[in-house]
């Protein structure tokens, strides 16, 4: 997570859900209707949807693409992963935000397994 702006829209976000839901503590305290507790905890929950959409589409999605060109400029073609390495670079325009996560983490064992090879190759 580099980039200031969205980093500080992030937190702008969990700022506002954490009001959210002292809003809703009071609500209760206060003995507030089921559905007007209801309906402010289905506000939350959007809320929640949104950052995590946030979150995995424009910061993850951002660090993988990073990985991508650091791990092709450490494996010039010919290295243990470079048929992983091809496939993922070029599912990733299309790739699914849920995979992204993951992929990030196969993406970090690769560049780990490509720092020992190239050491070798030395």
Known sequence: MRDEKE??????????LKGQLEGIEKMIDSGRSSNEI??????VEGGVQRLIYNLLENLLR????EKIVKVVNEC?????DAE??????KEFPV???KKVATIIKEMEEIENRLKKYNQKEK
Do not use: T
Not at 7 to 13: A, E, F, G, S
Not at 76 to 80: E, K, Y
């Open 7 to 16: 980093l500080k829209n992030l937190k702008k976000q969990i700022h506002y």
């Open 38 to 43: 209801y309906v402010q905890s289905r506000a």
């Open 62 to 65: 951002k660090e993988l693409a």
């Open 76 to 80: 010039p073609g010919n290295c243990p």
């Open 84 to 89: 992983k390495i091809e496939v993922i670079k």
């Open 95 to 97: 790739m699914e935000f």
